[in-house]
């Protein structure tokens, strides 16, 4: 295991400075946020010239862990385009791994295997391992749904983030059934609420040492991301808190 950060921890700054700030973090990888409303890169820019997108990431000196994208969970022409073109640079650059979220609680499950499958097979053509993040709204707040769809779309992986199953209204959620499933891994410190997601690392009440030893029985040896978001109403400096978390992290591993 490595640990890696997230663009989004430096998402008031633009892509080079992010990731400039990474660097000064002394990390060696980052997970880069390709959003169409975000900060940094979008997924028009990369379907527009993936070529010339893939030579500005390698210009920035920084390695990719994973790619994090905010695409539509549809079939449609648009982006289909945008998941090959972003597959094709990931596969440039040796990405092994890209992030999508799932879709909405209520969606029919079958179709959205359907759709994963679709989607699994455009990105494994290139090279790399389609995962679906874990979040609060989507078909993955339920682990035993997450898992599902992992057991049915081969090659499917999970991105991990263990927050959004412990701070939420009813308490921690047990997501021990994903730990085989997982490719890719994002933390920060949340205590056991909703209003609690995100806190100062140490203010928190998630158990690394537990999350890296499960993580450890299934032989994973991939990315441990901090994403400590820089968001409006954040009551905290984030740099800080990137810096413990990177700390205390690989104190672990």
Not at 68 to 92: E, F, G, N, S
Not at 149 to 159: D, H, M, N
């Amino acid at each position: 295991m490595y640990v890696t950060c997230s663009t989004l921890c430096f998402a008031k700054r633009s892509l080079e400075e992010a990731l400039q700030s990474i660097r000064t973090l002394r990390f060696t990888k980052a997970d880069l946020a390709i959003h169409s409303d975000g900060p940094h890169l979008t997924p028009e820019e990369v379907v527009a010239d993936p070529v010339r997108v893939s030579q500005r990431l390698r210009a920035s000196n920084m390695g990719f862990a994973a790619f994090h994208l905010d695409l539509p969970p549809v079939c449609d022409r648009q982006t289909l385009m945008q998941l090959l073109a972003i597959a094709r640079v990931a596969r440039l650059l040796t990405v092994p791994v890209m992030t999508v979220p799932a879709a909405t609680v209520g969606a029919d499950e079958d179709e959205e295997v359907r759709r994963l499958l679709q989607w699994s097979e455009i990105v494994t053509a290139e090279g790399v391992i389609l995962c679906v993040e874990t979040a609060r709204g989507t078909l993955t707040e339920n682990p035993a749904t997450a898992a599902m769809l992992c057991q049915r779309v081969p090659g499917l992986g999970i991105t991990l983030d263990p927050s959004h199953y412990h701070a939420t209204a009813q308490g921690p959620i047990d997501h021990d059934r994903l730990y085989e499933y997982t490719r890719h891994v994002r933390l920060r410190d949340s205590g056991a609420a909703p209003e609690l997601f995100q806190v100062r690392v140490g203010q928190g009440e998630l158990e690394y040492s537990r999350i890296i030893g499960q993580l450890e029985r299934f032989q994973y040896g991939r990315a441990l991301t901090v994403d400590i978001r820089d968001v409006a109403d954040n009551a905290f400096p984030v740099e800080p808190e990137v810096r413990k978390m990177k700390y205390l992290l690989e104190s672990l591993i």
